[in-house]
């Protein structure tokens, strides 16, 4: 295990530069989280077998049977998560995990996203490449269920930025006041929308976006925004389905953004279920 956890921080190191910024090619992406994923397991495992092997005695002064039953308990809990881990690394690949745990990683990366961070911080690695290689590591697991609802019942949001700042029409909760005069990409995915039959909102943040999704109960949820947002916003709706697409800020965050409307297309179709399916 030690050695492990070298290799993993040996690999993250490599990838921060001189100035402490994280350099990704975009292939080694979601071979970042895996990395620090794997490193912030190998660091809470032992941690706590450290752990319990200090409390030892004083536990078996209590009951001399109860650092075996506390032991057998924490071996279940690593079992558990070696087996996210291993999932994890089965998605990054494209393959199924033959196992009824498989549906649990996202619990597992909840978990331990504090401390991928915290491990991120410690190796200089910027946050905004932890949270993108997350949301791509996110869409890689979620592609890999093959994951197929009616157009229906997809809600798909996006950010209120994504707006002209200078637009005089309002188009928070309902999109359909756009003009769609094409100075931004808000008329086009109203569009699509329309053409393909999915919720659409544009709302103004998180709180707005999860009243959306117990209000509608959607089987899946595909967002657009920064990668602070999709991050957080993936782990609220956990265990709902959610696919992120990442915004382009030409101007900076929160301000006249984009979107890759061929990416943005290309999710859509992966997800919505044909009539013939």
């Known amino acids: 295990m030690v050695m492990v956890c070298q290799k993993v921080t040996a690999l993250s190191v490599n990838m921060v530069n001189t100035a402490g910024e994280a350099i990704i090619p975009p292939k080694l992406e979601k071979k970042l989280f895996l990395s620090l994923f794997v490193g912030a397991f190998c660091l809470i495992s032992l941690l706590t077998m450290a752990m319990w092997k200090i409390a030892y005695l004083g536990l078996a002064e209590i009951q001399q049977d109860l650092p075996l039953l506390i032991g057998a308990v924490l071996g279940i809990v690593f079992l558990f998560a070696l087996l996210g881990v291993i999932n994890l690394f089965f998605s990054l690949k494209g393959w199924k995990f033959p196992i009824p745990f498989r549906g649990k990683t996202y619990a597992v990366v909840n978990f331990l996203y504090p401390v991928v961070v915290l491990l991120g911080k410690v190796l200089k690695i910027d946050l905004r490449r932890i949270e993108a290689s997350f949301v791509a590591v996110s869409n890689q697991i979620v592609r890999n269920t093959r994951l197929k609802v009616p157009a229906d019942r997809l809600l798909v949001v996006t950010p209120h930025c994504l707006q002209k700042a200078s637009c005089p029409h309002k188009i928070t909760r309902d999109p359909n006041n756009c003009k ?91 997800i919505i279920e044909k009539p013939n399916d």
């Open 180 to 270: 769609r005069c094409g100075g931004c990409d808000v008329g086009a995915m109203v569009t699509l929308a329309e053409e393909m039959g999915f919720n659409f909102f544009v709302v103004t943040g998180g709180t707005l976006a999860r009243q959306i999704v117990k209000k509608l109960r959607p089987k899946a949820v595909l967002a657009v925004a920064c990668e602070r947002d999709l991050t957080s916003g993936i782990q609220d709706v956990y265990p709902l389905p959610a696919v992120g697409v990442m915004n382009i800020r030409p101007n900076g965050p929160c301000y006249n953004t984009h979107v890759d409307m061929e990416d943005f297309k290309r999710q859509l179709e992966e």
